[in-house]
């Protein structure tokens, strides 16, 4: 008999019953991106004014960790998220939503924010991008498709994301090729649009950080994970892990995860799961004929705080959820 570590009262503050689940932020970032590209496959989200408002910055002993999480949306950038200031004017750290669409080689990314646009056309052109129409979007590019040139280092760490730039007074859109970056920019039908990908924003709720990607299983459709957002710096993180399952594996998949995904359960390193998370509640989200899995994760004072988030990068939620 399977022993859910959390009580009925402290489940329902933890899963945000009360509030409009999935509403606001993600909700509406994925409302933002076209649901007919690469943003299907993979999307990331984060909101850095959110985090610098809380007094999350690098030197902070209390905010450190925080830090992963502030950097969420970024991608591929937020290794070079320094450097991208002085060498191309975007500063996505300082915007109010960043969003990660695709993997490689379609990928795009968007920042949501104030943007000196004068500034990054400037430092673009002398760099050697060229006017270019995309999509119905005057940009610059450096490439007509994704090609990456290795005699053009413009930010260490930086291949060929910046090949295609679309840049306004409000955001900065950037891609490997044309598709990605007129998907990172809208669509008729938006990700939100898209019932099982509004089911898995209602499943995350109120997050600060999130990502949704498919599974290469054929028992899963969908992986999510996000962190709550915290009071305080001093707050214990709040991760949830949301998992749609296909229909004839539902029942299968859900006896793995409320199985294996407890305190006492053994993670692939020979430890346990409430070495990190000692409190891990399970429970159900249902929304426009999809049924989500939905775990929820209160993490002790010493874990990463996207602990969820390193489950899903190594693999280790695809072993929780194998039949």
């Known amino acids: 008999m399977r022993r859910i570590t959390v009580a009925l009262t402290a ?48 030197g902070s002993a209390e905010a450190r960790r925080w830090l992963p999480a502030s950097v969420s949306g970024l991608g591929s950038f937020a290794s070079a998220a320094a450097a991208l200031p002085e060498a191309t004017g975007m500063t996505p750290t300082a915007g109010t939503r960043a969003i990660s669409i695709g993997v490689p080689p379609h990928q795009a990314f968007r920042f949501d924010g104030e943007v000196d646009a ?29 090609e990456i040139d290795l005699s053009r280092t413009i930010v260490p760490g ?8 679309v840049v306004t007074d409000s955001l900065v859109a950037t891609a490997s090729s044309p598709d990605p970056l007129t998907a990172v920019l809208g669509g008729d039908t938006t990700l939100a649009d898209k019932p099982a990908y509004a089911a898995m924003a209602s499943c995350l709720g109120d997050v600060a950080a999130a990502t949704i990607t498919t599974s290469p299983s054929e028992t899963v459709t969908l992986y999510g994970v996000g962190l709550r957002r915290p009071a305080g710096l001093n707050d214990r993180p709040v991760n949830v892990i949301c998992v749609l399952p296909s229909a004839s594996a539902a029942t299968d998949v859900e006896r793995a995860l409320t199985t294996r995904l407890v305190p006492t359960g053994t993670m692939g390193d020979g430890g346990t799961y409430g070495k990190h998370a000692p409190e891990i509640a399970h429970d159900r989200v249902s929304s ?20 969820a988030n390193q489950l899903l990068v190594r693999g280790d939620l695809q072993t929780l959820t194998k039949p």
């Open 11 to 58: 489940l329902l503050a933890l899963t945000g019953c009360g509030q409009n689940s999935g509403e606001g932020g993600l909700k509406e970032a994925m409302a933002a991106v076209s649901g007919e590209g690469p943003a299907a496959a993979y999307f990331e989200y984060g909101e850095p004014a959110w985090w610098r408002d809380l007094g999350v910055k690098a």
């Open 158 to 165: 930086v291949t060929n994301q910046l090949n295609q730039v």
């Open 118 to 146: 004068d500034a990054v056309r400037k430092k673009l052109t002398a760099h050697g991008a060229k006017p270019r129409e995309m999509g119905g979007h005057e940009g610059l590019s450096f490439s007509p498709g994704d």
């Open 288 to 307: 426009d004929d999809h049924t989500v899995l939905r775990a929820v994760l209160t993490l002790n004072d010493t874990a990463n705080a996207m602990f």
